[in-house]
């Protein structure tokens, strides 16, 4: 599991003064990429290999509303991990308490946009998603 820290910014939030929806699943992006840069392999590595992960499905459940200048911690976590695909899990709080979870659904394509078995061709990347695997973070 990784914690990224976001603070909210004027620009996210609408005529409301709150957080629009839209950006927690900028968030989640944000949060992912911190969790991968923190388990040693970022994006720019994976490409570099030739492995992309496009987003295949999101969940988003809000729970409160965030405003300008909060800080949200995002935990993200592997909740399930295949060779062809996985899954992170996310949980935001403001304060200790619970604004937004949500799940990320991804695939594993190589240069040619085929779906690839990362277990095959990444063996030591999909082992230390396996072993990040997590049941619940909240």
Same mark, same amino acid.
């Given at each position: 599991?990784?914690?990224?820290?976001?603070?909210?910014? *004027?620009? @996210?939030?609408?005529?409301? !003064?709150?957080?629009?929806?839209?950006?927690?699943?900028?968030?989640?992006?944000? %949060?992912? &990429?911190?969790?991968?840069?923190?388990?040693?392999?970022? *994006?720019? @590595?994976?490409?570099?290999? !030739?492995?992309?992960?496009?987003?295949?499905?999101?969940?988003?459940?809000?729970? %409160?509303? &965030?405003?300008?200048?909060?800080?949200?911690?995002?935990?993200?976590?592997?909740?399930?991990?295949?060779?062809?695909?996985?899954?992170?899990?996310?949980?935001?709080?403001?304060?200790?308490?619970?604004?937004?979870?949500?799940?990320?659904?991804?695939?594993?394509?190589?240069?040619?946009?085929?779906?690839?078995?990362?277990?095959?061709?990444?063996?030591?990347?999909?082992?230390?998603?396996?072993?990040?695997?997590?049941?619940?973070?909240?």
């Amino acid at each position: 599991m990784s914690t990224y820290t976001h603070k909210v910014q *004027y620009y @996210e939030t609408d005529r409301m !003064g709150i957080t629009h929806h839209s950006n927690y699943i900028r968030w989640m992006e944000e %949060a992912r &990429t911190d969790f991968l840069d923190k388990i040693g392999f970022n *994006y720019a @590595e994976m490409e570099a290999k !030739g492995l992309s992960s496009p987003v295949i499905g999101v969940k988003c459940d809000y729970k %409160a509303s &965030t405003t300008f200048d909060d800080i949200v911690e995002i935990k993200a976590y592997v909740l399930s991990c295949t060779s062809a695909k996985f899954v992170v899990g996310y949980d935001m709080k403001k304060d200790d308490k619970v604004v937004f979870t949500g799940e990320s659904t991804h695939c594993f394509l190589d240069t040619n946009g085929k779906i690839i078995r990362l277990q095959k061709e990444l063996p030591n990347f999909y082992d230390i998603l396996c072993k990040n695997q997590q049941e619940n973070a909240i």
